[in-house]
């Protein structure tokens, strides 16, 4: 599960990273397929009205031995903040 604080003036969010350039209007998407012991890289996008982005943020984090990805904590125009579980 890949998760991220909503943007107060987002409609929709680009999520990039492990094969899938996607866009959806949840800030929580499952991500399937991934091999344990393994990095990834995802990349979120905010897009607004008018087509206006965000500064993307890339999150980077591996699996352990249960499949677990990185989840943003907080964002806003300056900062972000990142979490995920330690490796095993």
């Avoid at 399937?32 to 890289?41: M, N």
């Avoid at 677990?68 to 900062?79: A, D, G």
Wanted: aromatic share 10%.
């Amino acid at each position: 599960m890949f998760s991220w604080q909503p943007v107060r003036s987002a409609i929709i969010y680009r999520l990039v990273g492990h094969s899938m350039d996607k866009l959806y209007t949840t800030t929580e998407v499952t991500v399937d397929d991934l091999t344990p012991g393994s990095f990834y890289t995802f990349t979120v996008t905010a897009i607004g009205s008018g087509d206006l982005e965000s500064n993307s943020v890339t999150c980077v984090g591996s699996t352990g031995e249960s499949v677990e990805i990185c989840s943003i904590v907080y964002i806003n125009q300056i900062n972000v903040i990142i979490r995920w579980p330690p490796a095993d």
